[in-house]
């Protein structure tokens, strides 16, 4: 067990509940207990060898996967809460959460690569040129060609290395772009905000940006 629930004198039947209704409850504002973290406890429950598998794939130690699971749960209750303050709804949980974990591990690798490695910047990258006609802002998508082995570092330099070239070929208006949405996680909104670029600009710059970085790296891969 990775975490344990809050004691109950008359404990819910929480497995029968499905994830929106455990988010519903426990965001709840006349809900008894509030903020009853057992409804998390029961949501993450769920999900939890989703989480494991997701961030030993990204952290690649086992005992740092175990601390970063614990993590993970830890942020999920808080922004369980800041999205109910705000109303933010979260329409599809299961994706939620990957993406959740994934930004997780991502700030995790960034800050051991100010001790001098380049994982992070590996990853974010190959975030970067993953499924170049998704519009999912959720960032899922297919592998992408050059990135899938990491751990050998002639690979990685070289995977690095075109990638960064192509970004420096691309326009300003969708290197900015693609900069600020996968190397610092900044949402569609935040961009516009940053750069000034119209809303449905920002995600023509996303969009063309990356299929123009896939053609780039394809092309003068090998």
Known sequence: MFFRRSPRKEPAPFEKLDDAE???????PDAEPRWDVGLVGELFQRYVHLVYGVCLKYLRNEEDAKDAVMQVFEKLVEELKRGAIRNNSILHFKSWLHTLVKNHCLMWLRSRQSKGGREAVAYSFDELVRDAGSNGEDRLGMEFPGTGHLTEEETLEQAL???????????????????????????????????????????????????????YVEKHQG
């Open 22 to 28: 455990l988010i519903r409850q426990y965001q709840d």
């Open 161 to 215: 290395t075109r990638m960064e070239k192509g970004l420096r070929e691309l326009p300003t208006e969708q290197r900015t772009c693609l900069e600020l949405f996968y190397l610092q996680q900044k949402c569609y909104k935040e961009v516009a905000q940053i750069t000034g670029y119209d809303l449905n600009k920002v995600k023509s710059y996303i969009q063309n940006g990356k299929r123009n970085l896939r053609i």
